[in-house]
C-alpha cells in the first residue's frame, strides 16, 4: 500500500518559514520524481516544485528565490522549505510522487497539508 504523508503545514505571518515533510512508503522512493503542489480556494492545483531521481529541480516562477525542494532517498522523503511567505503562497500543499520506467507509469498523492499565510 502507497502512502505519502505530510507533515508541517500551519498558520504563519507575512515573511515567515515553514518546512513540508513528505514521507513516503510502499514505492521505491529513489525512482521517483517527487513534488509539491498546491491549490488555493477557488484555483486550479498548481506545481510549485518537483525534483527528479537524479535532483534536478524544476520551481514555479513565484516561488523562485524563497522555497527549496529537497529529498533525502534514504529516509524516503522529501522536504519543502519555506522562507519569506506571502498571503498569496495560502493553499493547501500536496506531495506528488510520479514515476514513469518504460511501459510502467505510477502517480501518488498524498492527503495534502494546510498553510496559512495572514497576519
Known amino acids: 500500500q502507497v502512502q505519502l504523508v505530510e507533515s508541517g503545514g500551519g498558520l504563519v505571518q507575512p515573511g515567515g518559514s515553514l518546512r513540508l515533510s513528505c514521507a513516503a512508503s510502499?514505492?521505491?522512493?529513489?525512482?521517483?520524481?517527487m513534488g509539491w503542489y498546491r491549490q488555493a480556494p477557488g484555483k486550479q492545483r498548481e506545481l510549485v516544485v518537483d525534483?527528479?531521481?537524479?535532483?534536478?529541480?524544476k520551481y514555479v516562477d513565484s516561488v523562485k528565490g524563497r522555497f527549496t525542494i529537497s529529498r533525502d532517498n534514504a529516509k524516503n522523503t522529501v522536504y519543502l522549505q519555506m522562507n519569506s511567505l506571502k498571503p498569496e503562497d495560502t493553499a493547501v500543499y500536496y506531495c506528488?510522487?510520479?514515476?514513469?520506467?518504460?511501459?510502467?507509469?505510477?502517480?501518488?498523492w498524498g492527503q495534502g497539508t494546510q498553510v496559512t499565510v495572514s497576519s
Open positions: 525534483i527528479t531521481s537524479d535532483g534536478s529541480t
Open positions: 506528488n510522487a510520479k514515476m514513469s520506467l518504460l511501459t510502467v507509469a505510477r502517480e501518488y
Open positions: 510502499g514505492i521505491v522512493f529513489r525512482l521517483y520524481t
